[in-house]
């Protein structure tokens, strides 16, 4: 119960205002004060500067520019798999979707049509397929890779809440990740159809693709879609396809019969980009 609580005053907060707030103060040059946050958030998080392109606190001129650092040569190598981790992060929740149903935490569980933004056809090339749901905490590298090689289609940006989507939050706030603000990118790959939706979430400034550039913001209101079925735009596996300024939470869908995840894979279990997620069935 005391939990529950925790997550009520999320209802309640402006959390469109906070979001904008936030991403306001990390795009801002503050010079000294800059620094000295981001040295406290390196501290507080434990985030290892050891990894980045430039561990030189001082190299980064705001703190989203830190956020979504760069990794030195080689600090993730790209495992010899058909299907590697596209983030550093922890695993909230992976398995089979049931029938168009998606796992999200004891009691609650939610439709693939939903988190596609209501579009039926899309979601049933999903049914009975899998899905991983991968949260990234603060202390995490947040730029977001290809588990496989892919041909993008489509991009779709689907309006929402700005729940925040840690652990605590996904316990207790039903179809969570159908809610919040979420841009659903759609891959054909050699394994079929590839879907991996970025979640935002509070604080969240913006959420962008290396091929489009920021899509949030901005926050219309309105779903928002974008094809590629004329443009040639391939993603070899373990490039990066986006990022999130302030983190948050990606969710990947496959069809049935395509994959196995690893064996070592569980809840809350800490993953890493480039490592072996999956074997292939076909």
């Not at 979001?19 to 040059?29: C, D, P, S, V, Y």
């Not at 998080?45 to 040569?73: C, H, K, W």
């Not at 892919?150 to 940006?157: A, D, E, V």
Request: aromatic share 10%; with cysteine.
């Amino acid at each position: 119960m005391s939990h529950r609580l925790a997550v009520t005053p999320q209802y309640l907060l402006p959390k469109r205002v906070i979001t904008a707030l936030a991403g306001k103060l990390a795009n801002l040059r503050g010079g000294a004060l800059t620094h000295a946050v981001i040295r406290r958030f390196v501290a507080r998080y434990g985030v290892d500067m050891s990894e980045a392109a430039d561990p030189r606190i001082e190299s980064y001129a705001t703190f989203n520019e830190f956020f979504t650092r760069a990794l030195r040569q080689g600090a993730r190598p790209i495992a010899t798999a058909p299907f590697v981790c596209p983030v550093d992060a922890a695993v909230s929740q992976f398995g089979p979707i049931e029938h168009d149903q998606i796992f999200q935490a004891k009691g609650h569980s939610y439709s693939t049509r939903a988190l596609l933004g209501g579009d039926q056809a899309l979601a049933h090339r999903f049914d009975h397929g899998h899905f991983a749901t991968l949260y990234l905490a603060p202390r995490d590298y947040h730029r977001i890779h290809m588990p496989c090689e892919g041909r993008l289609r489509r991009m779709i940006h689907i309006p929402g809440e700005l729940f925040s989507v840690n652990p605590l939050t996904a316990r207790h706030v039903p179809g969570l990740f159908a809610r919040n603000e979420r841009v659903v990118c759609f891959f054909d790959t050699a394994y079929g159809p590839f879907i991996n939706v970025l979640v935002g979430a509070t604080i969240v400034g913006s959420v962008a693709t290396v091929w489009h550039g920021v899509v949030s913001p901005p926050r219309t209101g309105a779903i928002r879609e974008w094809r590629y079925d004329d443009q040639d735009i391939v993603l070899a596996q373990g490039a990066e396809m986006g990022r999130f300024q302030l983190g948050s939470t990606v969710v990947m869908l496959f069809p049935k019969n395509v994959l196995t995840f690893v064996p070592d894979w569980a809840p809350s279990r800490a993953v890493r980009l480039g490592e072996p997620m999956a074997t292939a069935l076909r």
